[in-house]
């Protein structure tokens, strides 16, 4: 293996993420056999991620100038867009078409009603016209106006703009004009933050491509100067290398070229835990996963099936913010451990999505949370141990929570304090339940056929309930739960993705030039993987294209086998694609190819997960492993329960439920009738309800 690659496999990797309460970090070191595993969760720091980033190598105790690599997936990009704390931008468009991102494609905030707002990514005041058009075919029907191009410029800059969007009407087409405006600006504009619309996506549709671009060039000085003050602390710290930063489709990218496509970024972190469970399933042998990540803010889910995640390219972060670069599909609800309970005006149980955050908190991490949400739940219903819990500044006694949920929920309900956490868990699992629905069953898929992977430091609390409520047979909780999104920043894959709109139906498509655009993808993928600094072992291609009938708006992904496809073959995967989905035949209908997609991995080393549980630490025996009994509260009753330290648990122990398995990290809840057993990586396999 190259000298480039060998930070990954010689010495020490560490992954980290920063979440919205916690940055987790995993660093392995491999100079010891078998290797050592190092595992830290310090609280986020909202004013500058970075600084939890350097706390969280500090707390592991390696010199940072012993680690050969550090993967890292920030949300740093993600809050600035759900926050709109972007830097000013303009844009320069086609004349006639400014006003495309906000027109949009004529649906609602609110789908009932006239009711909602929408503030466009760039304003009005800052989205400038200049003369050119292409038409559809790349043919050009209205010179550049190079002058007209040249003012407005000036203007922009001389409104404060800091970033800047070209985005001309077909330039997928034909980039000429786009191309030659980026050489005019870049002749005028102070800095590199210019964004050409195909450039980033050459895609057909002029609003998803024109918020996508404006997105990217909005968050891109904002990565970068957090890119900047990382890398200035790391080398403080001893470490001098570049390091790589998670991508939204699941793969990385090296530090020093992630600001160039900084879109590329939001929704990391939930990428970076679906491919570690993606990784963690494919070893346990369960391939078809439902990956369920319950954080302390909120609830990502996502569906992996033959071990590799679902991918789109056709992701709304929020209302009228299409992100149109390829992401790993994660559905996210406002339900995690901080989210706040109350009885509404109705008199009704509200479970979120407000949250009470890192700070204040819930009530029992003693820093002044005063709000009932579901971590007091679980403390109050004997799931959590009060005395075990992450970063308590003042300790917050039981009898305290009970109180709060007894005056703020009890008392309006007609409940007494239990009964009111019970029914606040049983909400805020239904809430969690329907985000499963929609990555499952409202898109064809049976949740019978997969295994719930749980994770996040409170997946594993539900897991069980919400596998009872979906039908799922299995759970799996991996061996470090509450920081599975740092284990996928070690082991995911280099990657770049590529798309080309081609628009031409099935019938009269030229073949040479599909060959043509997948080959040419291909090449510049594996040219990018080469500019990296880590050279995989191997690198892979992955084809698809965007399909639809003639004369339909939404697409279909459909997988191809390679760059050589025929016209009836083609036509075959898109009628068994369209099957799959809808379980409907349409054969008489003609096939309509929108777009060509190449992913280009670059697959990396993987490593054993064996000793994300230090072995030697193992008991002999499941009564060993026993911390304690205590009294826990199922469907309504309180049940004697076992409380074991995960991490002692023998290999080969079988856990008959109700049990607590407590660690680091998260604690895992078995529910009664529900059994539980180990693989040889430390996973927990439960089957509900004694399943097999």
Known sequence: MSEKSGAISGHCVAGIDVGGTFTDLLLIDARSSPPRVHVAKTPTTVENQAHGVVNALAATGVPASEIGLVVHGTTTTTNAVLERRLAVTGMITTSGFRDIIELGRRTRPQAYGMTGTFTPVIPRNLRLEVAERMDAR???????????????????????????????????????????????????????????????????????????????????PILERYIARLSSELKKLGYARDFLVMNGNGGMIS????????AKTVMSGPASGVMAAAFTGRRA???????????????????????????????????????????????????????????????????????????PGPICYGRGGAEPTISDANLLLGRLNPGKLLSVDNPVSVDQVEAIFAERLGRPLGMDAHEAAGAVLHMANIKMAGAI?????????DPRDFALFAFGGAGPLHASALARELAIPRVLVPARPGITNALGCVVADLRHDF???????VASLDLDLVRDVLEAQRREGAAAIARESVAPERIDYVHTADMQFVGQTHLLNVPLPGPEIDRETLQQLFEAAYFARFKVRLPEIRANLVNLNTSVIGVRAGIDLASLIDPAGRAGTLEEALNERRPVWFAGEWHDTPVYAREKLPLDAVIEGPAILEQLDTTTVIEPGD??????????????????
């Open 499 to 505: 798309v080309r709109t081609v628009n031409r139906p």
């Open 138 to 220: 790349g043919n050009v029907l209205t010179p550049l106006d190079e002058e007209g191009l040249r003012d407005a410029l000036r203007r922009l800059l001389d409104a404060g703009c800091q970033s800047l969007v070209i985005h001309f009407l077909h330039a997928y087409a034909n980039p000429a004009h786009e191309l030659r405006a980026v050489e005019i600006a870049r002749e005028i504009w102070p800095n590199d933050h210019i964004t050409a619309g195909h450039a980033l996506l050459s895609e057909a549709r002029e609003f998803e491509r024109g918020v996508t671009a404006s997105v990217n060039a909005a968050v891109q």
């Open 255 to 262: 530090a020093a070229n992630v600001a160039r496509e900084a």
């Open 285 to 359: 042998g369960a391939r078809d996963l439902i990956t369920y990540d319950m954080g302390g803010t909120s609830t990502d889910v996502a569906l992996v099936r033959g071990a590799r995640p679902a991918v789109s390219n056709e992701i709304e972060i929020e209302y009228a913010m299409p992100i149109h670069v390829p992401m790993v599909d994660v559905h996210t609800v406002g339900a995690g451990g901080g989210s706040i309970a109350k009885v509404n005006e109705a008199g009704l149980l509200e479970v979120g999505p407000q949250s009470a955050g890192a700070s």
């Open 675 to 692: 059994r539980a057993a180990s693989d040889r990586d430390g996973n927990i396999m439960i089957a509900v309800g004694g399943a097999r």
């Open 437 to 445: 629905r929609m990555v499952s069953l409202a898109k064809g898929h």
